[in-house]
Nanobody, 122 residues
Framework: QVQLVESGGGLVQPGGSLRLSCALSGSIFRLYVMAWYRQAPGKQRELVAHITRGGDTNYADSVKGRFTISRDNAKNTAYLQMNSLKPEDTAVYYC????????????????WGQGTQVTVSS
């Protein structure tokens, strides 16, 4: 059974940085497209970024130039480096994995992490 475990969330001041990690177990990590979604209170879940098996990346317009998604196949882990954080980045961040990119983009990826809270506030 594929499982995702996220870590790295917390409270940070505006302009600060955080790095989220997502460790995959139970399958072969390099076969998966990895993504980060987020959901703020009262809002729909939003695709923040994804990275393909080959390392191609894509970002939501709201985070371009500030966030970087990456993967380390040797460590079975995906990362989201978040810089220049803004209060509107406050949300629960979820890791998502699937072998098909179209499922990731559609929000129907097979496996989700438990979520990690990111709060940007002074």
């Amino acid at each position: 059974q594929v499982q995702l475990v996220e870590s790295g969330g917390g409270l940070v001041q505006p302009g600060g940085s955080l790095r989220l990690s997502c460790a995959l177990s139970g399958s072969i990590f390099r076969l998966y497209v990895m993504a980060w979604y987020r959901q703020a209170p009262g809002k729909q879940r939003e695709l923040v970024a994804h990275i393909t098996r080959g390392g191609d990346t894509n970002y939501a317009d709201s985070v371009k130039g500030r966030f970087t998604i990456s993967r380390d196949n040797a460590k079975n882990t995906a990362y989201l480096q978040m810089n220049s954080l803004k209060p509107e980045d406050t949300a629960v961040y979820y890791c998502n994995a699937d072998q098909l990119l179209r499922k990731i983009v559609a929000g129907t990826g097979a496996t989700w992490g438990q979520g990690t809270q990111v709060t940007v506030s002074s």
